[in-house]
């Protein structure tokens, strides 16, 4: 099943639209058969999984980071991921510039946006970002690639169009604002339930877990 499923997202993903194969709380084998069916691009979000499973599996997977990072779990995650997509404080953007300057290496990340109505989702307001990208070159061991946001957990569809709308706004002013960041270009919205609604919202990246996957056994 997880062969077909990555066909079916192949063939619908428009070009230019990554697919971010969320294997957390999956097995390796998953991750193999997915890999074997030329997948290289993978999402974890608990550190010592991610470590773990970077360890074990192919050294060309690409390991995207996706959730809450704790500052004492940098060195799980950071020698192995190729891009941080869940940078949601100022303290944890700067221990990732210190570790970065420590380790001589230059950190991919994109900046969550809280969009969604739950009031427990992380995430920077737009103010936050704005005031963090006028400081951006301090962050020298941080290479700043663009948002990602989750939508309100909603089966309405206007709603998550509208969550999809704002940032996608946000980030398109973002892009005008600061030209100098030449590599802010990523957009990282979409996920199973939603996925087909951010696409027009000009996402250049999907995180999709349950659709290939299946459930996760938690
Ligand atoms: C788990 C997770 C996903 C994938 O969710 P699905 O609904 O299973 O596709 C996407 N993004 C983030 C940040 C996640 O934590």
């Known amino acids: 099943m997880i062969t077909e499923n990555l066909q079916y997202f192949w063939k619908e993903l428009p070009p230019g639209v990554k697919l971010v194969a969320v294997s957390k709380f999956h097995p390796l084998e998953a991750i193999q058969e997915a890999y074997n069916a030329g997948q290289r691009v993978f999402g974890e979000n608990r550190p010592q999984e991610l470590c773990q499973k970077a360890q074990t599996l192919p050294a060309d997977i690409q390991w995207h980071f996706l959730g809450h990072l704790q500052t004492n779990k940098l060195k799980m995650v950071l020698p ?6 869940s940078v949601d404080t100022l303290h944890l953007l700067s221990e990732i510039d210190r570790w970065g300057r420590a380790n001589d290496k230059v950190i991919p990340v994109l900046l969550e946006l809280h ?4 009031k427990t989702k992380q995430g920077f307001t737009e103010e936050e970002v704005l005031e963090l990208l006028f400081r951006a070159e301090e ?7 663009g948002l990602m946001g989750m939508a309100s957990h909603t089966d309405d569809a206007a709603t ?3 969550d999809f709308a704002r940032i996608a706004d946000f980030f398109a002013y973002l892009r005008d604002l600061f030209p ?8 990282s919205i979409g996920m199973s339930g939603d996925w ?3 696409i ?3 996402a250049t990246i999907v995180r999709i877990g349950t659709a290939i996957f299946g459930e996760r056994s938690l």
């Open 160 to 162: 998550v169009d509208a």
């Open 196 to 198: 087909r609604l951010a």
């Open 80 to 85: 192995y991921a190729a891009l941080v997509e």
């Open 139 to 145: 962050f020298r061991f941080v290479r700043f690639c």
């Open 180 to 187: 100098e960041l030449s590599d802010f270009s990523e957009l």
């Open 200 to 202: 027009p919202h000009g």
């Open 115 to 118: 969009i969604g109505a739950e």
